[in-house]
């Protein structure tokens, strides 16, 4: 099993930033990738970006390119999530998943963090 916990969501005014953490534990060396998803009031989980553990790539949703950045502490076991530049539509649940290489809901996710953005 893994464990992941995500840290530092909060309220932040439009155009502002916050970074997330997402520590994990237990069974880590299992972890293929991970990644970030978001959930905002009525809407469906959405991916935001990945990373890969050891290689470190990285993917993202169009709609954060440019403005998010993701990356890793692998001696941490932390990934953490720069968000700059945010807007009111970036407001959402945000959770950390851990993937083993499969799908992401086969992986691991954490409680998730609320961001709030307001305009």
């Known amino acids: 099993q893994v464990q992941l916990v995500e840290s530092g969501g909060g309220l932040v005014q439009a155009g502002g930033s916050l970074r997330l953490s997402c520590a994990a534990s237990?069974?880590?060396?299992?972890?293929?990738?991970m990644a970030w998803f978001r959930q905002a009031p009525g809407k469906e989980r959405e991916f935001v970006t990945s990373i890969t553990w050891r290689g470190g790539s990285t993917r993202f949703a169009d709609s954060v390119k440019g403005r998010f950045t993701i990356s890793r502490d692998s001696a941490k076991n932390t990934v953490y999530l720069q968000m700059n530049s945010l807007k009111p539509e970036d407001t959402a649940v945000y959770y950390c998943?851990?993937?083993?290489?499969?799908?992401?809901?086969?992986?691991?996710w954490g409680q998730g963090t609320q961001v709030t953005v307001s305009s």
């Open positions: 237990g069974r880590t060396f299992s972890i293929y990738a």
């Open positions: 998943a851990a993937g083993r290489g499969g799908t992401w809901e086969d992986g691991y």
